[in-house]
């Protein structure tokens, strides 16, 4: 079937996000090259579906079985035990109904780099990391666990940007409405203190446990 040029210059269009549109499409496809690495080697679809291999089925759709949700609380560990959350990986396709489409490449920056649930945060840029300041939201709505952003927040600007442009330009959408999921009413704020996910930034290298490598490389 002929699709008229005119409706894929106006899909593409529609897609397209605030920032970095306008990029010639030889560094948009680079940029979306290096998404697709990061996102494979981070098992991004370990988690959202599909698994390592981007021909899967079902591949970044988000949970569409009971197997692929989480329990998190005690009933982790034993079952029955309360309090009990079920957490749901969610559609990173850029469906615009049930997937990322709606959501600006911004907010999907702030979720990897501060953990911050892009459906429920506003679209700015945030400069601190403290709740309150920096337009860092005064209460955080985080992502639930066990979405590894603690560990995605090191991740350069220049990765996290590359992913979010594989997310929204190089992934077919696909309509799968995933439930949301459930948690704690502070949305998980106590989980994630600097005592159980670290500092960000990480301390200056080298710290006590570390050595410069020039020293490293003396005999
Ligand atoms: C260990 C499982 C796991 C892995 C690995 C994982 N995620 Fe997630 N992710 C989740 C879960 C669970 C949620 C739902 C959180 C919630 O509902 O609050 C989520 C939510 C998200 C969201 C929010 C989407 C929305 O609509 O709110 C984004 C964006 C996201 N993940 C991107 C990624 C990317 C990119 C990677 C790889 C770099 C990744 N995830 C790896 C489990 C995972």
Redesign the pocket.
């Known amino acids: 079937m002929a699709i008229p040029l005119v409706t894929l210059l106006g899909a593409a269009t529609r897609g397209g996000g605030t920032e970095g549109d306008g990029q010639p499409p030889a560094a948009r496809q680079a940029q979306v090259l290096r998404g697709r690495a ?2 494979i080697n ?3 679809a ?3 579906g599909g698994g390592p291999n981007p021909a899967a089925d079902g591949y970044l759709a988000g949970a569409r079985s009971p197997e692929m949700e ?1 329990p998190i609380g005690p009933c982790a560990v034993t079952p029955g035990a309360t309090p009990c959350f079920r ?6 396709t850029p469906d615009n109904a049930t ?2 489409g709606r ?1 600006s490449e911004r907010q ?1 920056f702030n ?2 780099r501060y953990g911050l ?3 429920e945060t506003p679209d700015v840029q945030i400069t601190g990391t403290t709740p309150g300041k920096g337009n860092f939201p005064e209460n955080p709505k ?8 603690p560990a ?1 927040r090191h991740m350069s600007d220049q990765e996290l940007r590359d ?1 979010v442009a594989y ?1 929204k330009y190089g992934v077919q959408p696909v309509s799968n409405r995933v439930a ?2 459930e ?1 704690p009413p502070d949305f998980w704020a106590s989980e994630y203190t600097v005592a159980k996910i670290g500092p960000y930034p990480a301390p200056p290298f080298p710290t006590a446990k570390e050595r410069a490598p020039s020293v490293a490389t003396k005999p």
């Open positions: 990061l996102l981070h098992g991004c370990d988690c959202h989480f957490t749901r990986p969610r559609n990173l997937g990322i959501f999907l979720a990897l649930r892009p459906g985080y992502l639930a666990p066990p979405m590894p952003w995605f992913i997310l949301d999921s948690g």
